[in-house]
């Protein structure tokens, strides 16, 4: 099964992602993780990619496509399937997703949407804490490490990002809510688009998808 995951910052997408990566053995793609991999990695596309980034401009389209091919042409046949977390953002990006996926001889079979409150999102957003060694994820609340500021699985320090604020959180809301609306318009025509509630816990979050695919798992 093959999906793309659509939700605003704080909507949960990772966490579900990740908790669908490990119980339906799928390849996770997340286009911020795979960007700041190719320019850590120093390679070619992330060093086009790398100016953009510094600079606060978007990555063009065809940077993120090119991308995108790449690593899906890689999925071991291990895998069941792929998720797309964070891409496609645009109408754009959308039909060319459609249009590789057909060179590739594959197809989406849900497009995720999850639907989250702004107070929610608030909410966890201004709790979250990030490990600065390995990238490991808390929350103050829901999410607490054994030893406060201490990563539990490498002993890092962990830091609030700076982007994390109140005031950026809001707009990269509506940002978000604005930009999307198009493609979740896209996939709805399509018949692809299912709604999540993703004000709930976690595993309710992923009760739900597992009630969507049960027939299909």
Same mark, same amino acid.
């Given at each position: 099964?093959?999906?793309?995951?659509?939700?605003?910052?704080?909507?949960?997408?990772?966490?579900?992602? +990740?908790?669908?990566?490990? *119980?339906?053995?799928?390849?996770?793609?997340?286009?911020?993780? #795979?960007? *700041?991999?190719?320019?850590?990695?120093? /390679?070619?596309?992330?060093?086009?990619?790398?100016?953009?980034?510094?600079?606060?401009? #978007?990555?063009?389209? +065809?940077?993120?496509?090119?991308?995108?091919?790449?690593?899906?042409?890689? !999925?071991?046949? %291990?895998?069941?399937?792929?998720?797309? %977390?964070?891409?496609? *953002?645009?109408?754009?990006?959308?039909?060319? $997703?459609?249009?590789?996926?057909?060179?590739?001889?594959?197809?989406?079979?849900?497009? #995720?949407?999850?639907?989250?409150?702004?107070?929610?999102?608030?909410?966890? $957003?201004?709790?979250?804490?990030?490990?600065?060694?390995?990238?490991?994820?808390?929350?103050?609340?829901?999410?607490?490490?054994?030893?406060?500021?201490?990563?539990?699985?490498?002993?890092?320090?962990?830091?609030?990002?700076?982007? %994390?604020?109140?005031?950026?959180?809001?707009? *990269?809301?509506?940002?978000?809510?604005?930009?999307?609306?198009?493609?979740?318009?896209?996939?709805?025509?399509?018949?692809? #688009?299912?709604?999540?509630?993703?004000?709930?816990?976690?595993?309710?979050?992923? /009760?739900?998808?597992?009630?969507? !695919?049960?027939?299909?798992?």
């Amino acid at each position: 099964m093959n999906f793309v995951l659509l939700g605003a910052p704080g909507a949960g997408k990772g966490t579900q992602a +990740e908790l669908m990566r490990e *119980r339906l053995n799928l390849e996770h793609l997340s286009t911020g993780d #795979l960007l *700041r991999a190719e320019m850590n990695a120093q /390679s070619e596309l992330g060093a086009k990619a790398k100016s953009y980034v510094e600079s606060g401009s #978007l990555v063009p389209d +065809e940077l993120i496509i090119s991308m995108i091919k790449e690593k899906l042409t890689k !999925i071991g046949p %291990d895998k069941k399937g792929f998720i797309l %977390d964070g891409f496609p *953002r645009t109408v754009a990006q959308a039909q060319a $997703l459609d249009k590789m996926l057909s060179e590739l001889g594959a197809k989406l079979d849900y497009v #995720l949407y999850f639907e989250v409150s702004w107070d929610v999102v608030k909410e966890r $957003l201004l709790g979250r804490r990030v490990c600065k060694n390995c990238g490991a994820i808390y929350h103050i609340k829901n999410k607490p490490p054994e030893n406060e500021g201490v990563c539990d699985l490498c002993g890092g320090e962990l830091y609030q990002r700076k982007d %994390d604020t109140e005031e950026v959180i809001k707009n *990269r809301f509506e940002v978000y809510e604005e930009q999307t609306a198009p493609v979740i318009d896209f996939y709805k025509t399509k018949g692809l #688009l299912k709604t999540i509630n993703s004000n709930t816990s976690a595993e309710d979050t992923y /009760s739900q998808i597992e009630a969507l !695919i049960s027939d299909r798992v």
